[in-house]
């Protein structure tokens, strides 16, 4: 019963072990501040503005899914790096493609020693991020004696620009400031 009893007080005893290091992301559109009637001109004849002939409507570009998430960078990760925030500025083409990633005006990006690879994360994911293009519609407004109609005339898909916040956090052996 002794031997018993010493067996279990000289377990075996392992050193605590760290949940393993992973990371995740996450993102945002970002949306200046526009009204309504920015997206919808109207246009009339030379010196009569009240006397419109036609409106254009502006459609953004949409996200078609699947989207592609950025990988949280394994270089960071292994330096558990923690929390980072990456602001960029897409430009769509007319196709829907994404043709260029640039620095947001809009959204702050964390600066830290691994920037660099959490921006090479988000510019490798967004290039494969497709949508529906940007449209201008020129929608014509048709007055006849009985009836009165809109009807569109022409629709154009043009390039736009998308500001998007992606946010990085990361588990497991990631240690908080003190």
């Known amino acids: 019963m002794l031997v018993l009893v010493a067996a279990v007080l000289t377990a075996c005893r392992h050193a605590p072990t760290e949940p393993p290091a992973t990371g995740a992301s996450s993102f945002t559109f970002v949306e200046a501040g526009r009204t309504d009637a920015a997206s919808q001109v109207i246009v009339g004849d030379v010196g009569e503005p009240s006397a419109a002939k ?3 409507n502006y459609s953004p570009a949409f996200p078609l899914k699947p989207m592609v998430l950025p990988i949280y960078p394994p270089r960071a990760l292994a330096a558990k790096a923690g929390a980072a925030t990456v602001g960029v500025r897409l430009k769509v083409d007319a196709a829907g493609r994404v043709i260029d990633v640039g620095p947001s005006l809009l959204v702050y990006s964390t ?3 691994f920037a660099d690879d959490f921006q090479a994360a988000v510019q490798a994911a967004v290039m494969q991020w497709r949508f529906r293009p940007a449209a201008i519609e020129k929608i014509e407004f048709v ?3 009985t009836v009165s109609y809109s009807r569109v005339l022409s629709t154009q ?5 998308l ?3 992606f946010n990085f956090t990361a588990t497991g052996g990631v240690e908080t400031g003190r």
Do not use: I
Request: overall charge negative; hydrophobic content about 25%; proline content about 18%.
């Open 163 to 165: 500001d998007v916040a």
């Open 111 to 113: 600066p830290g020693p």
């Open 143 to 145: 007055q006849a004696p």
């Open 54 to 56: 036609y409106s254009e």
């Open 157 to 161: 898909k043009v390039e736009s620009q």
